[in-house]
């Protein structure tokens, strides 16, 4: 089993920058991908980022690529989603998700595991 926790969202003005952590209680972190999804009101959840299990592969969407990274401390089991130049249009729910032996997969269906999300609110 693994449990994911979100911290980090907030309210910012648009280009301000936020940094979002996913803390995950599992003894084999190295095992999992992870990855960063999206869901904003009324509209379905959407790929952010993901991470391969050993760090190798990275993956982005094309509406963050240039502006938000993905990084992991495998030491403090944690996934961080760094994020620049916020936009107006990247207000939503962030979650967190794990896959067992990921290589991270821009699909939601890959990852067996979600956090509760964490709120990020960009101004115009």
């Known amino acids: 089993q693994v449990q994911l926790v979100e911290s980090g969202g907030g309210f910012v003005q648009a280009g301000g920058s936020l940094r979002l952590s996913c803390a995950a209680s599992?003894?084999?972190?190295?095992?999992?991908?992870m990855g960063w999804f999206r869901q904003a009101p009324g509209k379905e959840r959407e790929f952010v980022a993901a991470?391969?299990?050993?760090?190798?592969?990275?993956n982005y969407a094309a509406s963050v690529k240039g502006r938000f990274t993905i990084s992991r401390d495998n030491a403090k089991n944690t996934v961080y989603l760094h994020m620049n130049v916020l936009e107006p249009e990247d207000t939503a729910i962030y979650y967190c998700?794990?896959?067992?032996?990921?290589?991270?997969?821009?699909?939601?269906?890959?990852?067996?595991?979600w956090g509760q999300g964490t709120q990020v609110t960009v101004s115009s």
């Open positions: 991470i391969a299990d050993f760090g190798g592969i990275t």
């Open positions: 599992v003894r084999t972190f190295t095992q999992y991908g």
């Open positions: 998700a794990a896959e067992f032996r990921g290589r991270g997969s821009l699909r939601p269906q890959s990852y067996g595991y």
